[in-house]
Every structure is written in structure tokens, then in C-alpha cells.
């Protein structure tokens, strides 16, 4: 895969390392303005209205007033679950949000990298990175922007059987090293109206829950309290047979969680 020579006005006091991602720009242009204005009409009125009916329980107003920097995150068993929590928010927010992506499903071609550059605002992760270039990257971007909202899935992958497994500690690194809350997430019927594997997307329903925001902690504690929460809406939503890695010893903890 080449490298990429993206210019940014807004990433000129990243590190050299980073300057070649082809980051989403926040340039407020015409163009820019005219792909967001023609995503978010397809996304939230043709999509999640007519396609599939997205409900949203909670209000991501006063989080958004009170938390101007914050780690999204939920569970992962669909490629709805990226666009369906961008659909959830209000549009108006979308300038301070962002999705660490995997680069080698995103970023594969022209028409994926321009989707993902300009509708979802990813940020392209590279999942055999071992120079540890995406974490220096995220953290980064989350010292040093006034407001970020960034999406991550602590469990690294899509679910295959729609259950929720153990987090990967990405999330409690990246939260603890920037002090940055974390804004619990969950997506429930996603896995039924998208399933790992399936082509496209199925009609039906699909409901968000917006739930607490918790401060920086260890991943123990993070998924612990996560768990709780969840369990009240679904008791069924985790594998009760999950073996977290941070009692296996599981090589790369730090790996972040991306969209896939």
C-alpha cells in the first residue's frame, strides 16, 4: 500500500511521522460543505428512516456541551456501526467527530478513501503497524484538538455470533495517556440486520442507547462498569464465556480498536 501525501492546514503541527495519513480535512469550503450536506441526507433520511429505522434513547446535547473531548464507544458486530452512530448524532456535531478505521478496508481504493475521507472522518489505522504510529497518532490528535469526539471498538473486531467479548486495552491507554471521558455506546439489532459476512444490510430496526460518561480508568474497571450498564438493557448481550486479555497475556495490548 503507498504512502500517502495529504496537505491539511489543521495537521501542520503533527509530527513528520504522521503528515502522510490521508486525513478527513475540517476545512470548511464549499466542497466540503456540499459532500456532508449530501451524505447526511442520505444517510439519516434515506437510511436510517426509510431503510432502516434508527431510534435513538438519550440525548447527545448535554454531553456534547459538558465533554468537548471524548473516547465513543459500543459494541461492534456490523458495518452498520460506524455510520449508524454518526447517523445518531446530530449532524451539526460532525465536524468535531472521527472514526479510527482500519486503513486496509477503508483505504483500499479511490472511492473508499474519498468516502471515508469526506463522510465519516476517518482516520486511517494500520492494524500491523508495530511502530506504534497509530497510538502516537490518536493520542495526539486527542492532547492536542480543542474538541474531538472519537469512535472506537474495544473489542478490536466484529463479533461474529453478535455477542459482546472482552475489550482490548486500547481504549483505557488512550483515555488515561490524554485524559480524555468515555461515552458508553450501544447498539442494539445491529448484528441481526448486518451479521459479519452478510453482503448488505437488511431492513428493519435499529436502536442506540446513550448511556453514561465514565472518567479515565484502567480497562478492568472500564469493562466492568460497561458490562453493568449493558446488562441492564440486554442481559444477554456478553459472551459469558469471554477470557479478557489482560488475564491471558495477549501480545499487543495497546493495539487500537478500529471500524473494520
Not at 503541527?13 to 451524505?39: E, G, N, Y
Request: hydrophobic share 45%; aromatic share 14%.
Amino acid at each position: 500500500m503507498r504512502d500517502w501525501d495529504y496537505e491539511n492546514e489543521q495537521w501542520t503541527k503533527l509530527p513528520d511521522h504522521l503528515k502522510h495519513l490521508p486525513l478527513f480535512t475540517r476545512h470548511l469550503d464549499m466542497f466540503s460543505i456540499a459532500v456532508r450536506a449530501v451524505w447526511a441526507v442520505i444517510l439519516k433520511v434515506w437510511f436510517f428512516q426509510f431503510y432502516i429505522r434508527l431510534k435513538v434513547v438519550g440525548d447527545y446535547g448535554p454531553v456534547y456541551k459538558q465533554y468537548p473531548r471524548l473516547l465513543i464507544i459500543s459494541n461492534h458486530a456490523s458495518h452498520l456501526d460506524a455510520v449508524s452512530i454518526a447517523a445518531s448524532i446530530p449532524a451539526k456535531y460532525w465536524i468535531n467527530l472521527y472514526i479510527a478505521a482500519a486503513k486496509d478496508y477503508f483505504f483500499t481504493n479511490p472511492v473508499f478513501t474519498f468516502f471515508s475521507k469526506h463522510c465519516l472522518g476517518a482516520i486511517p489505522i494500520d492494524r500491523k503497524d508495530k511502530r506504534g504510529e497509530a497510538i502516537r497518532l490518536i493520542t495526539t490528535l486527542l492532547s492536542e484538538l480543542p474538541r474531538m469526539w472519537l469512535i472506537l471498538f474495544p473489542e478490536g473486531t466484529r463479533s461474529k455470533d453478535g455477542k459482546i467479548h472482552d475489550f482490548k486495552r486500547g481504549v483505557a491507554i488512550f483515555a488515561e495517556r490524554t485524559q480524555t471521558p468515555i461515552l458508553y455506546l450501544y447498539l442494539e439489532g445491529n448484528s441481526e440486520l448486518w451479521p459479519k459476512g452478510a453482503p448488505f444490510a437488511k431492513p428493519g430496526k435499529l436502536i442506540i442507547h446513550v448511556g453514561p460518561v465514565k472518567q479515565p480508568a484502567p480497562i478492568e474497571e472500564i469493562y466492568a462498569d460497561y458490562k453493568k450498564w449493558v446488562m441492564g438493557i440486554n442481559p444477554h448481550a456478553f459472551d459469558q464465556a469471554e477470557n479478557p486479555e489482560w488475564h491471558t497475556g495477549a501480545p499487543n495490548p495497546e493495539a487500537p480498536q478500529v471500524v473494520e
